[in-house]
Structures are given as structure tokens and as C-alpha cells.
């Protein structure tokens, strides 16, 4: 049936939030009319009276409808006509006498950006939906358009949702003795460009997983850290994330050259990085004081020409809410 | 205070596309370097930076860094203007030098990320770090 604004509620939806208005921006103009428009057209015929009309507006709460003689579409009626013909005791003039035979319509390929653009100019409650050959297939109002927005976005919101929710329910979903998730990145030498996308990929995965932000900012600041050092300092390695229901270990590995005196690379301030570096805002020793600070348990082993590991523990504290 | 006020304060102009003005942020940061913004910064800062390169966003992102005003009259290149846009980062831009752009929001009373507030919340067990795995 056709649907007017005011004739149900709107189900109560999540609060749109400023992504989700773009998202909304884009959805006008990838949606067609057809996807939204109602399919069931409640129709009158030419020679049916005013009378007959008020009763088929009446029963379907509507407040206008499209004329069709022998399947072919004629003209169109709103409940204004009625009105007057009401009020000059026209009851029982025939439809066929007072409907507009100009009528505006809209495409069924036609985009929502474009049927929004033809109420904003026309100012009717509905428009008839036409194919490519002029034949009736559906009626469009701005409910209708509403309507299949949210329905979109509903859709959209729930495939999130779900895919969180399978990577939050992993560790119950599947059984073992120990179940432990690894994630495994490369890490490319001097790539500034490109560096820190290792760690953006595993903020993102840990926050599929559900870590508490808190915690996530702390496991992202120290890998991007570690990821940063393999950047500026060595030939090239990985970062090997660990996720486990207990805690997330992050392994920083490199193919070297290797620290010569770790000791000394632990203390603050303490940096063998090029000017370049520092020019980009890294390279002022305080790396590893950082990853120490967000760490729970750090680990630092090199070798000289075998490369350098740094195992990086954060413990997730059950109950709460990590 | 939210980036509406923050641009009107500091004589500043969107270089995003598109940014919510209605934003809030709570504190404020100024740095070049970019292990300081890692370690001392809260989620939901304002950071002031002279550093234009696609790193800053990086670093803005793992830590939590909700808006970016570049001093000095710096502009970013695209390939940071296009990773800020994917991380969803509004950027800002003033012509104004750092200590003029930290000046005037620090007396329109924008707040610090204070080290010694952090060491502070950081011993009751409610700051980022070791202690936070309480909390």
C-alpha cells in the first residue's frame, strides 16, 4: 500500500552519527527509486465517482492515488480535489472530469538523490513510479524514501555489528585447550609512506576483538613504536601479534644489523637515529621508554648482524571490560 | 572547546573537506616530536604541530589525537591530507607560530595534557600505562 509519513511510527533507530550522515549522502545516490518505492499500487479507474474515491482514500489512509483506464496510466487525484469537489457537492462526478492529465512522474532507475530533488520542486505528497516504456510500477513518497535510508542503513550497522561480534565470541566460539590468534605483518625499511600501517591493522583487529579502548591505545602507541624502530633502524621485519583470551603479545622482529649495547638503547634519551629521522618528528631515544611505560612486560634481545626482537606483553585483567 | 571556537581563536581555517565544527575537544598538545605526542597525550586531544608529514596522522591516530592545527602557515601535502581524511581527523591550519597558537587557546582556557596530572592519575591507577591494567 502506499505509505504516507504520519501513518506508523518510525522504529526507534540508532542515534545517526556524523559517518553515518555521509554515509546517508552516498546512499541517495546509489539507491534507485525501485529499491524504495511501494510495489502495490492502490489504483482508481476514470469512470468510478468522487464518491468512490473518498471511500478508497478513506479505507487505505492515503491521499491520492493514480488513474488507470484498460492498464494504461491516465492522470492523477489527491484528496484536494476531493475536498472541493466535496465542498460544490460534486460527490458523485465521475474521477475522470476532475483528475490532473499532467501529471509529473519519476523513473524507476531514477536515483533517490534525483525523486528528492523533484518534491523539493513540485511540492506534491507522491509521485507516480514509471519503467522505461511509461507504464505504472510503483508510487513513490517521501516516507518511502525515509524508510528505505534507514532500512539501508539498518543493513549496513547490522553487517558491522556481526562482524564484531564474531571476532569478539572467537575465543568461545572455538574450543581448545589454548586458542591463540596470530596476526602477522611486514614491515618494509625506511618506508615512511607506508609506515604504521601495521599498526593501524592491528588497532583495528584488536578493536573487532573488543579491547577496551584504554587498552587498545596502549597495545597501538607501543606497536607503532616497535614498528617505527624496524622502519628507521633495520633492514626490514615483522610485527607478530599474538592475541590470546588472557593477554596480547607483540613481537617487534627485524633481519638487523641489531643494537650493540641494548643497555644503553633502554635509556631515555639515548638515540642513534640520522637527522632525517628527527626532522620527522621521530627519532629522540624515548621509543623504548614509551613502549616501557605502555607495556606490562617488555623484553629487548639483539644480536649483531642477526637482528634485533623486542616481545612486548599487555595483560587483559578479567572483568574488566579489556 | 570545539573546533568552531578553536579556529576563531586562533585566527585558523579548515583544511579538511569536510569536518564537524561541533566536535569537542578537552585538552591540548604542542609537539614536534612525535614519541612525546605518543606518550603524553589522552584520547580526545587537540594537537598543535609545526610536522606536516602522513606520520603525524599515524601517530594522531594510535593515540587518540581528535583534531590537528598545523602552525606557521604549514601546509600539508596530499598524501597526509588523504590519510587524515581516511582516518576521519579534521585538519586545521594557522599562520600564527606554535607558542602564539598554544598561547591564546591555553588563555581561552583550553586545558593541558598535563605530565604531572598524568604521572599523578597514572599512581592511582587510572592513566594510560602499566598501572592502567587495574582499571
Partial sequence: MMGETQEAPVRKQPLIERAELTKVQELVYELRVEQVMTRDVITCTP???????????????????????????????????????????????????KMTRRYQSVRADDTLAGAVALFARFKYGRFPVVDADGNLVGILTQGDIV?????????LWHSEEIRRYRASHIFEDIESEQTTLILRYHVKAQDFVHGGEASSKVKRALERLGAHPQFLRRVSVATYEAETNIMIHS??????????????????????????????????????????????????????????????????????????RLEMVFDLTVGSGE | MNLKQILSVIDGRL?????????????????????????????????????????????????????????????PPPETLALADSKGIPLMASHLTMYEVCGLLYASGLASCDIRERDAAARDGLGSGQASTGS
Avoid at chain 1, 491520492?64 to 466535496?86: H, N, Y
Avoid at chain 1, 524508510?147 to 543493513?155: F, N, P, S, V, Y
Fill in chain 1, 47 to 97: 469512470d468510478q465517482t468522487m464518491s468512490d474515491l473518498k471511500e478508497v482514500l478513506r479505507l487505505n489512509r492515503i491521499s491520492g492515488v493514480p488513474i488507470v483506464d484498460q492498464g494504461q496510466m491516465v492522470g492523477m487525484i489527491s484528496v484536494e480535489s476531493l475536498i472541493k469537489a466535496l465542498e460544490q457537492g460534486e460527490a458523485d462526478h465521475l474521477i475522470g472530469e
Fill in chain 1, 147 to 155: 524508510r528505505g535510508l534507514l532500512r539501508q542503513l539498518e543493513t
Fill in chain 2, 15 to 75: 583544511i579538511s573537506d569536510s569536518a564537524d565544527l561541533s566536535t569537542e575537544v578537552e585538552m591540548a598538545c604542542g609537539a614536534d616530536l612525535m614519541s612525546d605526542v605518543l606518550a603524553f597525550t589522552h584520547s580526545g586531544t587537540l594537537l598543535m604541530t609545526g610536522l606536516t608529514n602522513p606520520q603525524v596522522i599515524r601517530t594522531s591516530e594510535m593515540a587518540g589525537i581528535k583534531a590537528i592545527v598545523f602552525v606557521r602557515g604549514k601546509n
Fill in chain 1, 235 to 308: 633492514h626490514g621485519g615483522e610485527i607478530i601479534v599474538e592475541a590470546q583470551p588472557n593477554a596480547i603479545k607483540v613481537v617487534a622482529v627485524d633481519t638487523g644489523p641489531g643494537i650493540e649495547d641494548v643497555e644503553q638503547a633502554l635509556l631515555a634519551g639515548y638515540s642513534t637515529a640520522p637527522d632525517w629521522i628527527r626532522e620527522l618528528g621521530f627519532g629522540a631515544g624515548m621509543g623504548l621508554a614509551n613502549i616501557r611505560s605502555c607495556t606490562d612486560r617488555m623484553q629487548l634481545t639483539s644480536v649483531m648482524g642477526e637482528g634485533t
